[in-house]
């Protein structure tokens, strides 16, 4: 049989294929997913669990008229390739190239941007209601996993959701459990047999004969209730006002199309529980989902191969080690991750210290809180989050931590840029948000071994303390075994040199220290952001010209603004260049290229001083 694939440019014709070719189809998406994420890295496993998902949509549903609301959104491979964008899949989360997640501005297929979790719901039902106020017939849909459940954002969406009549689907792609023998010949019949308009239009009836005679009605109820709970875990979110279908399969398309197609033409809101499995149709995904989750490069014939090199430690890990080792140290230490255990290194600290590991799942806002309650009681918690995802919990941070002053040490993890992943994941503005907030203090080590010492510094404070560091590995300085701390608030002078000094501020020490011999410049390693060392920093005002601030933050209210505001208290003039994160939001892309482009890389910050202060004096 021909080839499918090559010949779509946009879903509409997949709405008159037969059983036959949609099975074809989904082969064809499923290899083409394969081999462009094996050429150009990213995010396998999910995909590969979505395929039979996206087609089944696409093939039932008017898209884009109807609104497909995809939830983390890494799962939307299968959905790019299928809306016009196969051709430039080999561009993926590349500079210039098409992003690894949902984004309005590339398609008008991707109704709403997602990237962190357990926003569908919320959104499909907007565009639901808003359709519903506008008079259109349409429906929206959203799709969202099992572990974005867990999250309370969706539990507040499906709250709301379950009183509006309105035509809304919310599909949970459950790819945390294996398919159970009820999800087979027997549970797809029932699952069809109770998403037909006969099972509603007799339930319906039923219940307008049976309320006339209340005992009759309530024990068919009773017994209505019992029947489906035998065969679903409906309860919950008939609860919540839903008409729950499933579990199906979510990988059999003689399951998802009926139902999918019944689903379209009940009203009020449905719920579509389907089973999937992470890695579906790549062996070494299935058995490996977590390794397969998001790879670099890979030969697909030969899978992930361990580096021949040693790679250098990344900042994650030293983080990772260092946990473990003040855990063995002190026995009031308890590690907090909401659902990123691999992400922010705490595979090895659950193994040692299963009874001080917590993982909340998706839950920002209550691991913070949770945190809140653990130091109150005498604990000291170190909550691993990574920085982007602290936005999300910055009322707690304020009103359960810091208000209380509470001795909770944060490890943000992926500050600044973070390449591939783009805007969504940046950590650009930690050292703006939390520089403001009473009793918080912000460390910001340089490379490997001040993240050791400075997150054991934060750990010696009797109060909030932030300690952010960017993804991946740095300058590569070895960290030190002992469990030493480097003085609260103070930086160091690295580099002295001439009318120019150079305030760094993180890991950009090591491209200012390197800019800084062309333009014979000071340069301090100022390491802490709040409290700032103020000493330092006006000793080293008065004896230069001009200072330059740099950070990998955004420059709004950073780092760059703590200078100012603290020479302006001193009533000192002083010329001062900010260099950081620009006013704008940061594509996807290889992070080194990308703090090229903004001026941040060695070349880019003595070009930016040359311009702003002349050449050095001879």
Request: proline residues 6%.
């Amino acid at each position: 049989m021909a080839a499918l694939l090559p010949t779509l440019h946009d879903p509409s014709p997949i709405r008159q294929f037969d059983r036959a070719q949609l099975r074809q189809l989904c082969d064809e998406v499923r290899a083409c997913v394969l081999d462009n994420v094996s050429r150009t890295g990213g995010h396998l496993s999910s995909n590969l669990g979505t395929v039979e998902l996206t087609v089944a949509l696409h093939h039932v549903f008017n898209t884009p008229h109807d609104r497909l609301v995809w939830d983390v959104g890494h799962q939307t491979y299968p959905h790019k390739i299928l809306t016009g964008r196969r051709e430039r899949m080999p561009t993926l989360r590349q500079i210039g190239g098409i992003s690894g997640f949902p984004q309005r501005s590339e398609s008008e297929y991707d109704t709403f941007g997602t990237a962190h979790s357990s926003t569908s719901i919320s959104a499909a039902l907007g565009m639901a209601m808003a359709a519903k106020q506008k008079g259109e017939d349409r429906h929206a849909v959203a799709i969202i996993g099992d572990g974005a459940l867990t999250a309370g954002m969706a539990f507040e969406a499906l709250n709301n959701a379950g009183v509006c009549d309105c035509k809304l689907l919310v599909i949970l792609n459950d790819n945390d459990m294996s398919i159970s023998p009820p999800v087979g010949a027997l549970n797809r019949y029932l699952a069809q047999l109770m998403s037909g308009n006969f099972y509603a239009a007799a339930k319906n009836v039923g219940k307008s004969v049976l309320r006339a005679a209340p005992p009759l009605f309530e024990l068919a109820k009773r017994f209505e209730q019992h029947a489906k709970g035998m065969v679903v875990p409906a309860t919950l979110f008939e609860q919540f006002g839903f008409n729950y279908v499933g579990p199906i399969d979510g990988h059999d398309l003689d399951s998802l199309v009926p139902t999918l197609e019944n689903l379209k033409h009940l009203d009020g809101p449905q719920f579509l529980h389907v089973v999937t499995k992470k890695g579906q149709g790549y062996k070494l995904a299935e058995a490996d989902p977590v390794a397969y989750h998001g790879p670099g490069k890979f030969d697909p014939q030969v899978g992930l191969v361990k580096p021949t090199a040693v790679a250098k430690q990344t900042f994650t890990q030293v983080f990772g080690q260092w946990l473990c080792d003040m855990a063995a140290h002190d026995g009031r230490l308890v590690g907090i991750t909401p659902a990123m255990r691999e992400g922010s290194g705490l595979v090895e600290f659950e193994q040692r210290f299963p009874d001080r590991y917590y993982d909340v799942g998706i839950a920002e806002q209550h691991a913070v809180t949770f945190a809140a309650g653990l130091a109150c009681e005498g604990l000291k918690p170190v909550v691993a989050i990574y920085s982007t995802f602290l936005q999300r919990a910055y009322d707690q941070l304020i009103h359960d931590v810091a208000i209380q002053n509470l001795p909770v040490v944060f490890a943000l993890d992926r500050a600044g840029l973070v390449g591939a992943d783009g805007a969504t994941h940046a950590g650009a503005y930690d050292i703006s948000f939390l520089r403001c907030i009473p009793n918080m203090s912000i460390a910001c080590p340089a490379d490997e071994r001040e993240c050791r010492q400075l997150l054991s510094s934060a750990y010696e404070q009797n109060h909030p303390v932030a300690v952010r560091y960017p993804r991946g590995a740095g300058a590569g300085v070895v960290p030190h075994l002992a469990l030493d701390a480097l003085p609260f608030g103070k930086g160091e002078v690295r580099r002295e040199g001439q009318r120019i000094a150079i305030l760094a501020f993180g890991s950009l020490l090591y491209p200012a220290l390197a800019a800084a011999e062309s333009l014979d410049a000071t340069v301090v390693n100022m390491r802490w952001a709040k409290p700032l060392d103020v000493e330092l920093l006006l000793k080293v005002a008065g004896t230069h010209e001009a200072i330059v601030t740099l950070e990998e933050g955004a420059v709004m209210g950073g780092a760059g603004s703590a200078v100012l505001e603290a020479l302006q208290a001193a009533n000192v003039q002083k010329p001062v260049l900010q260099l950081g994160l620009p006013d704008r939001f940061i594509e996807h892309g290889d992070p080194g290229k990308l703090l090229a482009s903004i001026g941040l890389d060695a070349a880019g910050i003595a070009a930016s001083v040359a311009q702003r202060f002349g050449a050095a004096a001879g």
